[in-house]
């Protein structure tokens, strides 16, 4: 299906793919640097950001999206990308590894390594997100983004460092969340995300040490499920690439 996507770069194709509620955007503090290297194509998932929602009759669930996310690459002539996710995006980065239809997958915080009350947590926690970004009006969004307090408090739970992110991408993402019409389905799929099948291309797993959405005890069961140490992103939260660019880039690029 076709999406909404940024390409930069030159060189082996590299598809990077957003949480839920966000946009391609989030990618912007690292995708100068992966285009270095790559040709870096960050996307739009259906019903997020500037793309169309998913066909009538398809449900919301990461398996749906991720057959997007094959089926874009395909009507690009992409064969075999390397693929990052964060997020909703880790776990469809290790879902297309599963499939073996990528050539690599490195997963940022992936979902679906949740215990029932960690799971319960953070759709309580996105659940609240969006019910704010959709209650504030235009002016309070800009004066939270402008305010270094106010960005703080509402940013502070998916990044380490809210000072690093800046006021502009903050009121996008805002308008990003309040705005996706896949959000609700998707977040209530969630209760049935189990960890996808082992992997049949090599991934990586990276976690935040600071992830204050999907806590980092829950890399410790993406390390046993994957066989492999998880790295820990030092200094970052649940969304890292605006809290340490360059470490977020070398980790995709040695993925």
Same mark, same amino acid.
């Given at each position: 299906?076709?999406?909404?996507?940024?390409?930069?770069?030159?060189?082996?194709?590299?598809?990077?793919?957003?949480?839920?509620?966000?946009?391609?955007?989030?990618? &912007?503090?690292?995708?100068?640097?992966?285009?270095?290297?790559? &040709?870096?194509?960050?996307?739009?998932?259906?019903?997020?950001?500037?793309?169309?929602? !998913?066909?009538?009759?398809?449900?919301?669930?990461?398996?749906?999206?991720?057959?997007?996310?094959?089926?874009?690459?395909?009507?690009?002539?992409?064969?075999?990308?390397?693929?990052?996710?964060?997020?909703?995006?880790?776990?469809?980065?290790?879902?297309?590894?599963?499939?073996?239809?990528?050539? &690599?997958?490195?997963?940022?915080?992936?979902?679906?390594?949740?215990?029932?009350?960690?799971?319960?947590?953070?759709?309580?926690?996105?659940?609240?997100?969006?019910?704010?970004?959709?209650?504030?009006?235009?002016?309070?969004?800009?004066? &939270?983004?402008?305010?270094?307090?106010?960005?703080?408090?509402?940013?502070?739970?998916?990044?380490?460092?809210?000072?690093?992110?800046?006021?502009?991408?903050?009121?996008?993402?805002?308008?990003?969340?309040?705005?996706?019409?896949?959000?609700?389905?998707?977040?209530?799929?969630?209760?049935?995300?189990?960890?996808?099948?082992?992997?049949?291309?090599?991934?990586?797993?990276?976690?935040?040490?600071?992830?204050?959405?999907?806590?980092?005890?829950?890399?410790?069961?993406?390390?046993?499920?994957?066989?492999?140490?998880?790295? !820990?992103?030092?200094?970052?939260?649940?969304?890292?690439?605006?809290?340490?660019?360059?470490?977020?880039?070398?980790?995709?690029?040695?993925?």
């Amino acid at each position: 299906m076709e999406l909404a996507f940024e390409r930069r770069g030159a060189g082996a194709p590299l598809i990077l793919i957003h949480g839920i509620g966000h946009h391609w955007q989030a990618w &912007t503090p690292v995708i100068d640097g992966l285009a270095a290297a790559r &040709t870096v194509i960050a996307l739009d998932l259906p019903g997020f950001g500037a793309s169309p929602g !998913l066909p009538e009759g398809i449900p919301y669930t990461a398996e749906s999206l991720a057959d997007a996310v094959e089926s874009f690459c395909a009507l690009l002539g992409v064969r075999e990308p390397h693929v990052a996710g964060n997020s909703l995006g880790g776990y469809i980065a290790l879902e297309l590894a599963a499939r073996g239809v990528v050539r &690599t997958a490195t997963a940022l915080s992936p979902a679906g390594f949740w215990s029932r009350s960690e799971l319960v947590y953070c759709q309580s926690v996105l659940r609240a997100l969006r019910a704010s970004a959709r209650a504030m009006p235009q002016g309070q969004v800009v004066r &939270t983004a402008e305010n270094p307090m106010l960005r703080a408090v509402s940013a502070g739970v998916l990044v380490a460092h809210p000072s690093r992110l800046s006021p502009t991408a903050l009121i996008a993402a805002t308008q990003a969340l309040g705005r996706a019409s896949g959000f609700d389905e998707t977040l209530e799929s969630f209760s049935g995300l189990m960890p996808p099948a082992p992997p049949k291309s090599p991934i990586s797993i990276a976690w935040g040490e600071h992830d204050r959405l999907l806590l980092r005890r829950q890399a410790v069961r993406a390390a046993r499920w994957s066989g492999q140490r998880v790295k !820990l992103l030092k200094g970052c939260g649940h969304v890292p690439m605006s809290d340490d660019p360059d470490l977020v880039t070398r980790v995709i690029l040695e993925g």
